[in-house]
């Protein structure tokens, strides 16, 4: 699931980061990376359905015995999945807030360049304690699935854009 959340945010650094970049080449690293997102989760969500049919929890691994086995192993590749795609949504989130506080600050004492240390270190702990709490405090996923779509929604079109 943070594959979706985490693709779109992270399209344009991605073109940006290819070799000898072309649409082409963008357009096989898009199509081939959902391909193989959709095909996990057709397999997941139909494994549950005939395990469970009609009775399957929306949240699949509750439907799970917390002492299977496969489902320990699922737990462990959903936590590197998250772990994995924190970075990500990091280097994106910090980007826009830098790149925002840089264009407005332009021209004034208080200005900040993209290079500046200080400022990196301290977004990024603020975004770590930040999401360290709302990971504690939250009632369930849904609530960090719809926060994480609103900051997505809030980074990709008002920052950038309000510096602009």
């Known amino acids: 699931m943070s594959f979706a959340y985490v693709s779109h945010m992270t399209s344009v650094p991605l073109y940006a980061e290819l070799k000898n970049r072309s649409v082409r080449k963008y357009s096989v690293v898009v199509v081939s990376s959902m391909l193989i997102a959709t095909v996990g989760y057709i397999l997941v969500g139909c494994t549950g359905f005939m395990i469970y049919g009609y009775d399957v929890n929306p949240d699949i691994i509750l439907s ?84 994480v779509g609103s900051f997505s929604a809030l980074f990709m079109f008002t920052f950038r854009v309000a510096s602009c």
């Open 64 to 147: 799970f015995p917390p002492t299977s086995i496969p489902m320990t192993v699922g737990r462990v590749f959903i936590t590197l999945s998250i772990c994995m795609s924190y970075p990500i949504v990091l280097f994106i989130g910090r980007g826009a807030l830098q790149g925002t506080i840089s264009d407005l600050t332009e021209g004034t004492r208080f200005s900040i360049t993209p290079d500046n240390e200080k400022f990196r270190l301290v977004s990024i702990a603020c975004w770590f304690v930040v999401t360290l709490l709302l990971g504690a405090f939250a009632s369930g996923i849904g609530t960090i699935i719809n926060i």
